[in-house]
């Protein structure tokens, strides 16, 4: 059973920049696709990233197109969103989660098999 924690996460002034980590374990995800999603409050949880195999191309919201950056890293079983120039509406609880299938919409959330806890990001003017 893979597990993910995120981390990272925190009170940032809006233009300043976070780096999200999520890491795996109890498995690897080194061929899994990873994704970043967001819930804002009062909102429904929504796409950020994806990343899949080293090399691979990667998709973004538009929302985020630009100044966040989804990477796997040296370490086996970790994947970090880098958050630059945020804006208070990227507040949100930050989720990352892995999908063993590579069809379907990588913007559905239902193409995830497993889900981290969340880390709150918040972005004061």
């Known amino acids: 059973q893979v597990q993910l924690v995120e981390s990272g996460g925190g009170l940032v002034q809006a233009g300043g920049s976070l780096r999200l980590s999520c890491a795996a374990s109890?498995?690897?995800?080194?061929?899994?696709?990873v994704g970043w999603f967001r819930q804002a409050p009062g909102k429904e949880r929504e796409f950020v990233a994806v990343?899949?195999?080293?090399?691979?191309?990667?998709y973004y919201a538009d929302s985020v197109k630009g100044r966040f950056t989804i990477s796997r890293g040296n370490a086996q079983n970790t994947v970090y969103l880098q958050m630059n120039s945020l804006k208070p509406e990227d507040t949100a609880v930050y989720y990352c989660?892995?999908?063993?299938?590579?069809?379907?919409?990588?913007?559905?959330?239902?193409?995830?098999?497993?889900w981290g806890q969340g880390t709150r990001v918040t972005v004061s003017l």
């Open positions: 989660a892995a999908g063993s299938g590579f069809g379907g919409d990588y913007r559905s959330q239902f193409q995830y098999d497993y």
């Open positions: 109890g498995g690897t995800v080194d061929s899994y696709k």
């Open positions: 990343i899949w195999r080293p090399g691979a191309p990667t």
